[in-house]
């Protein structure tokens, strides 16, 4: 059984950073392909950002692109994603998944479809 852990989340001020962490387990992390996605009130879900097995392959959506960072400790089972300059439109639940396919593990793919496995969110409010 493959679980996903998000932590992170919370109330932060426009302009302010917080730092998102996944946990995994179930399966061998460094095998699988990470995302964080996002889901706002009223909204469709959303790449924030996907990264690949070993770290060097990288997915940045342009609605978090130079305000985000994703990377991973594959020793940790950790996934992270570090937002800066956070606005309030990034108001919204934080989804960790995890993708089994191989092309995604190398090529780091954004499509919400490639993903098997998901977090139950994290809220991340932006508001003064």
């Known amino acids: 059984q493959v679980a996903l852990v998000e932590s992170g989340g919370g109330l932060v001020q426009p302009g302010g950073s917080l730092r998102l962490s996944c946990e995994v387990s179930?399966?061998?992390?460094?095998?699988?392909?990470m995302g964080w996605f996002r889901q706002a009130p009223g909204k469709e879900r959303e790449v924030v950002a996907t990264i690949g097995w070993s770290g060097s392959s990288t997915f940045y959506a342009d609605s978090m692109n130079g305000r985000s960072t994703i990377s991973r400790d594959n020793a940790k089972n950790t996934v992270y994603l570090q937002m800066n300059s956070l606005k309030p439109e990034d108001t919204a639940s934080y989804y960790c998944a995890a993708s089994i396919a191989y092309y995604c593990s190398v090529s780091a793919c954004y499509g919400e479809a490639h993903y098997n496995y998901w977090g139950q969110g994290t809220q991340v409010t932006v508001s003064s």
């Open positions: 179930g399966r061998t992390f460094s095998s699988l392909a």
